[in-house]
């Protein structure tokens, strides 16, 4: 039984990663562990329903994604190592400490939608090195491929964290004692699935090739895709990956045709890029239908993406139809 104490320092040490890096990790992990004390008594600490606010992008914020935030922004703040964040319930980048070499990105409750309901949700975390020089939104603005490491607690049946830090993807489960445990190292995704993923409710927006490419899903045995498909929407991204990870599937949450201005519903920086990084360490893959997610140059924080993840068959072929 390996805790997540004992399984960081060897694992930096395996692989030469700055030991700054490994407490950033940590920093992440603890408030988590309070998140998940907040997630777990809901009702019964008076936390579920709407907090009466609004985030940067117009939407409501639950008062579990306020909580979320503020617990992991206060443990970030006391990590020297973080010289910086940026969160889906912050207008713009908090600066902490000056001589910080790392910044996190965190979807703080992704699945808000879910929390009232009692089904999964979960904290989504990007990991970046600082570049030199004073901190402004273009520090944050790197490449998915340039994160340092990300990965996610699943606030499931069990409490689950994944995390990677380019040296393959591990698994942790949260222990009674409040310890996690390594439970399972380096999943892989299967190439080839039978599963999708897909809010069907917006069918009626959807370009021409994700209508062509969920039509041959739906002909199943009958089709030119020659086999039968099921289906599964939680609508927890986190759950979503997660199940992905286990036993693989495609996920999609593509552009459509009702506001040009957002190429999508999810966020690259810390949606879309910390899942793809956890996914294409296991051998999946991840884009937003013409391009590979983790090779977009960022332009804002809060930038949205079309995306397709998951098996890389599926995710290939999904682009081979937006290509033809
Ligand atoms: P959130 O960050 O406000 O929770 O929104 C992101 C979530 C994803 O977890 C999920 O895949 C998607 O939104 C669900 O969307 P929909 O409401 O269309 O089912
Ligand atoms: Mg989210």
């Known amino acids: 039984m390996t805790t997540l104490s004992q399984f960081i ?8 990663l700055p030991e700054g890096l490994g407490s950033v990790l940590e920093a992440i992990v603890a408030a988590c562990v309070q998140i998940n004390g907040q997630v777990r008594q809901g009702a019964l600490a008076g936390i579920l329903g709407e907090a009466g606010t609004g985030n940067v992008q117009g939407e ?24 910086g964040l940026a969160s889906e319930e912050e207008d713009t980048f908090v600066a902490c400490n000056e001589n910080g070499g790392y910044l996190v990105l965190f979807d703080p409750l992704d699945g808000s939608s879910n929390i009232d309901v009692n089904i999964s949700v979960g904290t989504i975390f990007s990991i970046l090195a600082k570049p030199e020089g004073g901190l402004t939104t273009e520090s944050f603005l790197q490449k998915g491929r340039d994160q340092a ?3 996610y607690v699943l606030y499931g049946p069990q409490t689950q964290l994944v995390f990677t830090l380019k040296h393959g993807v591990f698994v ?13 190292a380096n999943p892989q995704v299967p190439a080839q699935t039978k599963e999708f993923a897909i809010n069907m409710s917006n ?27 099921n289906m599964r929407w939680v609508a927890s991204m986190v759950a979503e990956i997660h199940r992905i990870l286990m036993r ?37 893959a991840s884009g937003n239908t013409v391009q590979a997610m983790l090779d977009i140059q960022p332009e804002g924080l809060h930038q949205r993406v079309a995306v397709v993840m998951g098996s890389r ?5 999904v682009g081979r139809l937006h290509r033809a």
């Open 172 to 184: 942790f489960t949260l222990d009674e004692a409040g310890n996690f445990v390594q439970t399972l």
């Open 149 to 151: 490491g990300s990965g």
């Open 313 to 317: 068959e599926e995710v290939e072929y």
């Open 9 to 16: 320092p060897q694992h930096l040490e395996n692989h030469h």
């Open 60 to 83: 409501d914020q639950k008062k579990l994604d306020v909580i979320a935030n503020q617990l992991l922004i206060n443990t970030l703040k006391t990590n020297p190592n973080v010289a």
């Open 248 to 284: 693989g599937g495609v996920f999609m949450y593509p552009q459509d045709a009702r506001d040009p201005s957002k190429p999508g519903k999810l966020r690259l920086m810390y949606e879309a890029n910390p899942l793809s990084l956890v996914l294409e360490q296991a051998g999946g």
């Open 203 to 229: 069918q009626r927006h959807w370009f021409a090739p994700m209508q062509q490419y969920i039509a041959e899903l739906l002909a199943g045995d009958t089709g030119v895709r020659g086999k039968n498909y």
